[in-house]
């Protein structure tokens, strides 16, 4: 199994600011993925990050809002940009290590 | 063609009972099945999976029931317990093209002493 380690667990943020997450991995993945979960929601899926190549988003996901990086095969950054109490949620970072899918504990932000 | 229906929303069982709870889906791409348990203020953790290979797959008090035919699969809780108390939810992928998971909406379940 791999481990997945997120930063920050949980921020605070003021509206009109911008917050970027951490997502490291013991472990050498292809695919890694970002996911929203909303209060009291199950898990949307906001991109895939591959190496090597530009983020794929889903529809209503954007990369101005959501700037993704991913520089090696063990890391990866998702920014919230430009926050709105409506980005109230907690962001979580997935590997898919087959033959299962892993996630970080996620990163609970709150905007005010 | 890419959702996953989850139901029931929330659940209370007894101690000891049995608890069920059941996805559909519509893509038949998809060739992954986990289910996965999360605790409030944690990520999800997984439970549990399986591939259309097989109809079913126990670990422990966990079981997955597994229809191709139908498009659905279900999480049988042998012997519940207070711990059990949680947010369980199902998921499906592909193998080829887009590999994300997509998830169900999830059922709260509630295990009283």
């Known amino acids: 199994s791999a481990v997945i380690s997120q930063k920050p667990s949980r921020d605070i943020c003021q509206r009109g600011t911008s917050l970027t997450i951490q997502c490291q991995v013991d472990?050498?993945?292809?695919?890694m993925f970002w996911y929203r979960q909303q209060p009291g929601q199950s898990l949307t899926l906001i991109a895939t990050?591959?190496?090597?190549?530009?983020?794929?988003?889903e529809s209503g996901f954007v990369i101005d809002k959501f700037p993704i990086s991913r520089p090696n095969l063990t890391f990866s950054t998702l920014t919230v940009s430009n926050m709105s109490p409506e980005d109230s949620s907690i962001y979580l970072c997935?590997?898919?290590?087959?033959?299962?899918?892993?996630f970080g504990q996620g990163t609970r932000l709150t905007v005010v | 063609q890419q959702q996953v229906k989850q139901s029931p929303q929330s659940l209370i069982v007894q101690k000891g009972g049995i608890s069920i709870i059941n996805c559909a889906y519509e893509?038949?791409?998809?060739?992954?099945f986990p289910w996965y348990q999360q605790f409030p203020g944690k990520g999800p953790a997984l439970l549990i999976a399986?591939?259309?290979?097989?109809s079913e797959k126990k670990e422990g008090r966990f079981t997955i029931s597994f229809n191709k035919s139908a498009k659905q699969f279900s999480l049988h809780i042998m012997d519940s317990q207070p711990g059990d108390s949680a947010t369980y939810f199902c998921a499906a992928s592909a193998n080829t093209g887009r590999r994300a998971l997509t998830f169900g909406s999830g059922t709260r379940l509630q295990v009283q002493p």
């Open positions: 472990s050498q993945v292809t695919m």
């Open positions: 399986i591939r259309p290979d097989v």
């Open positions: 990050a591959n190496q090597g190549s530009e983020a794929t988003y």
């Open positions: 997935s590997v898919d290590s087959v033959p299962e899918a892993f």
């Open positions: 893509n038949t791409a998809f060739d992954y």
